[in-house]
């Protein structure tokens, strides 16, 4: 554990390993978001098609 060859492959092992974790949460906390984001304009889309036919079938508008 004297050689130096050694604790430069020990650091560059530990950069390498810090730098997958960071781009894997990175792409992780961004498909999360993209996800939470479709499913919130679904839900939006639901609610319109929903208050539309309250309006054409019983003549009731749901604000």
């Known amino acids: 554990m004297n ?5 430069v492959l020990i ?3 530990a950069a390498a390993m810090f730098g ?3 781009i ?8 999360v978001k993209t996800e939470i984001r479709s499913v919130h304009s679904r ?5 319109r098609d929903v208050s539309a036919l ?6 009731i508008d749901r604000d």
């Open 3 to 7: 050689e130096p060859q050694v604790w």
């Open 11 to 13: 650091g560059v092992f």
């Open 20 to 22: 997958m974790i960071t």
């Open 24 to 31: 894997v949460s990175t792409l992780f906390i961004h498909v």
């Open 43 to 47: 839900i939006d889309a639901l609610d």
């Open 54 to 59: 309250y309006r054409h079938v019983l003549g």
